[in-house]
């Protein structure tokens, strides 16, 4: 376990404090929290900071298409019954802002870090975790992202050297094929809805078997690994074979599987399970996801879904119709500019919810949804949208800059 | 007119990464609009392309699923078949590039396609094509202007007998440097448009109809959302950003 036995250099305490300086320049600015800004700054006067920072933490990593940010949070609300935790836990996941988010823990004992897909292998390098938990990879922001499979390859690449415990989803074959080049992987058998991005085998390219939960590739041999853990239902399975009952104040079947394999990064650190899940029900809403706010008179409920796969879970988590539900779609620079993931969207699982649809892009999502048969309303802003709705619960759905309009609307 | 319609989707396990799914579901559902009896297929890398179908669609993919399908669909033969019993053809990007006479592949390789459509596909050496096309159709079809979402590395060259199926006002489309934009002959399309291409030209769905029915008209639709699409995409690629 690390001890904050050497303490930092004096060029590094210099990069920390200019970089704290940057950060309130920022914020005073009115240029949000400041922690990119502020750890850009630091990283340009000591480029090997983030691995000086990491140095004395027990360094935790979680990077997923989907989930991260909610995983980090689960984990670091685990962890902190052995020890304190400093996390990013605002999102903020590529190099600088998770130098930004260390710079701020300095008697923490565990590094609680969600990374962007992209730069997995890289923040590995420099911060020598002792658990990297990978939940899912899928389609996302194609117009920019590398391809799906060569992410997987990207990570099975940089993972391999690596001497961290992989906590790794058993039923993705794309995290399967990242996180079996590891010598030690736990798998937790997860779950993941969403299949259209592994039908054909990452190691071979034949085509995947999947009868029911399993999955292997009939040409190569390449399959499902036996999980150690287990989503089975409301209940994580431990390696011992025991069931230990969820109770999370967060919504949905993705968040189970995502409190799993927080169960089993937190026993890594010998957190028990039921402890680890005891706490992880603090957890009410991460970064405005899951909250529910009063707004001219309705109750929202706010959900974010930025690609296909985040879609599904989603739609398997609202409230039953007739609850009303408004979709609102951007395509600015960090949504992805390309809307053609909308029709990998299955909508016709809204079928008789009263939908109600905004946001840039709201012309595509007419098509879209005109094209699977559904009734719906184009409006043009939220306010106009809740006041068609009846009194009650509405579940808002919107894509990553969308969701940021909502929010800033309803004043969360 | 004859009242069914057979539509296949081709490869959907390979070949069906950027939305292109919606080019079946639009087909479908503008068939269906006009009261045909709609059946569709889909057909998965590891069973045979049926040969008896009306209508083929094909999508975009990755390097590699895109290498994998060429591979299985000449192994098969079911579409060539289809092809030459007079089936409709429809291909975007990769099925695109699939459907010419070669393809570079992953492996920086040349890959043999089905030579249904006269093309020979190579990679560019500039940076990928990416963001909203703006084109004129062939005026020979008859269509209102082009509109759609490119993505993509190819160049596709045309031979004697494909003609451009559109010239690009805005973006790149075939990559050539001449402003032409796809490629098609009596049955056969492919284009670079995604978007899906005919969610955001409706009226090259109907064509395709037209085409597989062998009729000169179609019952009217209401395409009241498809046409504010076109507009608001229409005028976002005309204004400068």
Redesign the interface.
Known sequence: MAGNTEPLSPRAKLAVTAGKAAAAVSRAAGRGSGSVIGGRVALKLDPDLLGRLAQHLDVILVSATNGKTTTTRLIAEALRAAGPVVSNALGANMPAGITSALAGGSDARYGVIEVDEKYLAGVARDTTPKVIALLNLSRDQLDRAAETRMLAEKWREGLSGSKAVIVANADDPLIVWAASSSPNVVWVAAGQAWKDDAWSCPSCGGVMQRPGDDWFCGECGFRRPAPSWALNGDYVLDPHGSAWPIHLQLPGRANKANATSSAAVAAVFGVPPQVALERMYQVQAVAGRYDVVSFLGRELRLLLAKNPAGWLETFSLIDPPPTPVILSVNARGADGTDTSWLWDVDYTQLYGHPIFVLGDRKLDLAVRLEVAGLDFRVCETLDEAVQMAPPGRIEVIANYTAFQDLRRRVGN | MNNSLRLVWVY???L???????NA??VE?RARQRGLDVSRVDV???QPIPTSGDIYLIGGG????QR?AAERLRRDGGLSRAASNGAIIFSVCAGYQILGHEFINDLGEREPGLGLLDVVSTRGEGARC??DVLGDIDPNLGLPPLTG?E?HQGVTHLGPSARPLARVRLGRGNGTGDGTEGAYNDTVFGTYM???VL?RNPLIADHLLKLALDVNALPPSDDR??E??RA?RIAAATQPA
């Open positions: 959907p396990d390979l069906s990464t950027y939305g292109d799914q919606g579901l639009v559902r998965r890398s590891d990755e390097d590699r699923p994998l990416v963001g979402f993505n995604h978007g899906p969610a959302w498809y504010a699409l608001e």
